[in-house]
């Protein structure tokens, strides 16, 4: 990821603060998927093979920004999107698709994310995908907000959509931020998205970055979906809907949700010096808050 610092800070931001690249001029290559003619049929059929002929690594381009630097564990064509999210295709495909997917739930959840923190100075939000959370925060009224993600593609919409906000290219467990720089971080479906060990070091680089007694407050699917033992108990609690997130629990590809589910969050939490405030798991989603020692 992209390490380089503004010298000079015409954009206000603190000194030694990661690069804030205006990511929505930025020229980024084409990704296998966005070379494709669909119209052609050679090129459609590859596309098809795409979707159903199994997963692959996914390719990045070697001109992508900071493509030397993306750990191995995030090349995965999670969600069995082809090349996951690095291409222009299904960046903007997800980005479109993924509130639809989940009726409407990760919108509140965002926005309930953000009204638990209003009142920050500076908040984070951490795997900011097309930088929803980060709009919610600021229209929570919080005056400096960041989003952080390894996507150019991804970081590329939120900078289209969400001009007022700085993106800048990083990991969860490395952030380029100096310590204390923030009075709250967000994380809105991404720890989940994470093998254990990278979730770990995440939990201790968002502890170095928070203030102490700063909020962190993190949105996951629900383990209620997740493991289902009586699919009839479910329907009686959570209707069509409650079924609907059971189902796609079941067949979307996330390669580390099992052992994201498998935490004991308060203790996880606690070994990371943070006090766990609240954790709701609801349907379909599970809201945790902490504040950091
Ligand atoms: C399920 S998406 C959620 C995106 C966004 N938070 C939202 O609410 O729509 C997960 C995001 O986490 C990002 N991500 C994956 N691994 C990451 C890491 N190690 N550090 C930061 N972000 C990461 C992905 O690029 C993706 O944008």
């Not at 690069?19 to 966005?34: H, I, M, Q």
């Not at 100075?121 to 907000?145: H, K, Q």
């Not at 979730?199 to 407050?217: H, M, T």
Request: glycine content about 10%; aromatic content about 10%.
């Amino acid at each position: 990821m992209p390490q380089e610092r503004n010298a000079a800070r015409p954009d206000g931001a603190v000194e030694g603060d990661p690069l804030a690249v205006d990511w929505s001029t930025v020229s980024l290559p084409d990704a296998w998927p966005d070379t494709l003619d669909l119209r052609r049929p050679s090129h459609a059929a590859a596309y098809v093979r795409g979707w159903f002929g199994g997963r692959r690594p996914v390719v990045v381009p070697a001109d992508l920004p900071g493509a030397d630097r993306l750990p191995p564990y995030l090349l995965r064509e999670f969600h069995h999107l082809p090349n996951g999210v690095y291409s222009k295709r299904h960046a903007d495909a997800y980005a479109r698709w993924f509130d639809r997917l989940m009726l409407g739930a990760t919108v509140g959840a965002r926005a309930r994310l953000a009204a638990a923190l209003a009142g920050c100075r500076a908040a984070l939000d951490v795997g900011c995908g097309s930088g929803g959370l980060a709009a919610a925060m600021r229209a929570a009224g919080i005056p400096e907000v960041w989003g952080l993600d390894p996507s150019p593609y991804l970081l590329q919409l939120a900078a289209r959509a969400h001009r007022e906000i700085r993106f800048t290219q990083g990991l969860a467990e490395r952030t380029g931020f100096r310590a204390a720089r923030f009075e709250g971080v967000g994380a809105c479906f991404l720890f989940h998205e994470l093998p254990p060990r990278v979730a770990d070091a995440a939990l201790a680089e968002l502890r170095r970055v928070l203030v102490p007694g700063g909020r962190l407050v993190i949105a996951e699917p629900s383990p209620v979906q997740f493991r289902v033992r009586d699919w009839r108990a479910l329907a009686r609690r959570a209707g069509r809907r409650g079924l609907y997130f059971a189902a796609m629990a079941k067949w979307m590809y996330e390669p580390f949700v099992a052992g994201w589910h498998g935490r004991d969050v308060a203790s996880w939490l606690g070994s990371h010096g943070f006090r766990l405030l609240g954790d709701e798991p609801g349907i379909p989603v599970r809201f945790i808050s902490a504040s950091r020692d």
